[in-house]
């Protein structure tokens, strides 16, 4: 079901693939923000998130669960941060859902209080 014939998606043409479902994939990010941080990506090529199907999104998180398990053995990290960016103005910057899994090592930044609330620097501490 991965689609081929939509050539600029770099998704929709994926060089390496770790693991799958029937509607989705895992594989590693290539600008990776830690060590490990993986994308797990619906085989049907949708921008939005929120126009995934039940069934597709249903399948994207029993690969997290299954990238979350692999990461766990791979590279013990201490915790994980989970992203989707919808939109240009979220930071999307390719039109194909996909889902960060970002492993994270303590002390890999002075103060990782806020979490994913980073995405605007300077409502990250309350």
Partial sequence: ???ADIPNCPFCNPDSILFENELAYAKQDKF???PGHLLIIPKRHVADF???TREEQAAL???LDQAKHHLDGEHAPAGYNVGIN???VAGQTIPHVHVHL???YKGDMKSPRGGVRGVIPSRQSY
């Fill in 102 to 104: 970002i492993p994270r």
């Fill in 61 to 63: 998180l029993l690969l």
């Fill in 1 to 3: 079901m991965m689609n």
């Fill in 32 to 34: 990776p923000v830690n």
């Fill in 50 to 52: 929120f126009l995934t």
């Fill in 86 to 88: 919808v939109g240009e």
